[in-house]
T-cell receptor, first 111, second 114 residues
Framework: GDSVTQMEGPVTLSEEAFLTINCTYTATGYPSLFWYVQYPGEGLQLLLKATKADDKGSNKGFEATYRKETTSFHLEKGSVQVSDSAVYFCALQTGANNLFFGTGTRLTVIP | DAGVTQSPTHLIKTRGQQVTLRCSPKSGHDTVSWYQQALGQGPQFIFQYYEEEERQRGNFPDRFSGHQFPNYSSELNVNALLLGDSALYLC?????????????FGPGTRLTVT
């Protein structure tokens, strides 16, 4: 079945450090891939997405590239800020509208 | 433009009781999906409603049921509550069940079963 394996956290970085959160997936068919972010006490917000192989999703300085050959969709940001502290979820969607999520990675950015 | 709203924010119930959670979709959306997020885990899909019918269902027992109203709002009902049902319940709305439309999430209802 469809599944997402996400880098376990928590991750603690200093402000302006480089961020990578790894995500790999298993899916039948050709999934769309997503990164969602959850700030404390809030619901999920879509951060970025990619719908086909080699697509790059980007938003707010975050990027992720859909790599079919390695079944990966790693999240990166060149310089994190304290305001980026949150839990990040990798997710996939195949055809139908339900999302499969990873277990989440908690990021804490310290000044 | 109001986003997805959920009520109540928090809820405490006792084992064996029944609970109803409510969701109002984002304006213009007609599809509602429900997810369960246990502490420290990613959300898991419960079911999806479109045109007042359950269109898809995840791996959840029949104790979990739902309803969608003509105004597209939705309810999630859980019967015979177990301790393991304690979780954050998230509602997401979208425009049609098509996978090409983004799902917008509400803030969730935190259910605690004692």
């Amino acid at each position: 079945g469809d599944s997402v394996t996400q880098m376990e956290g928590p991750v603690t970085l200093s402000e302006e450090a480089f961020l990578t959160i790894n995500c790999t997936y298993t899916a039948t068919g050709y999934p769309s891939l997503f990164w969602y972010v959850q700030y404390p006490g809030e619901g999920l917000q879509l951060l970025l997405k990619a719908t086909k192989a080699d697509d790059k999703g980007s938003n707010k300085g975050f990027e992720a590239t859909y790599r079919k050959e390695t079944t990966s969709f790693h999240l990166e940001k060149g310089s994190v800020q304290v305001s980026d502290s949150a839990v990040y979820f990798c997710a996939l969607q195949t055809g139908a509208n339900n999302l499969f999520f990873g277990t989440g990675t908690r990021l804490t950015v310290i000044p | 433009d109001a986003g997805v709203t959920q009520s109540p924010t928090h809820l405490i119930k006792t084992r064996g009781q029944q609970v109803t959670l409510r969701c109002s979709p984002k304006s213009g959306h007609d599809t509602v999906s429900w997810y369960q997020q246990a502490l420290g885990q990613g959300p898991q899909f419960i079911f999806q409603y479109y045109e007042e019918e359950e269109r898809q269902r995840g791996n959840f027992p029949d104790r979990f049921s739902g309803h969608q109203f003509p105004n597209y709002s939705s309810e999630l009902n859980v019967n015979a509550l177990l301790l393991g049902d304690s979780a954050l319940y998230l509602c997401a709305s979208s425009l049609s069940p098509s996978g090409s439309y983004e799902q917008y999430f509400g803030p969730g209802t935190r259910l605690t079963v004692t």
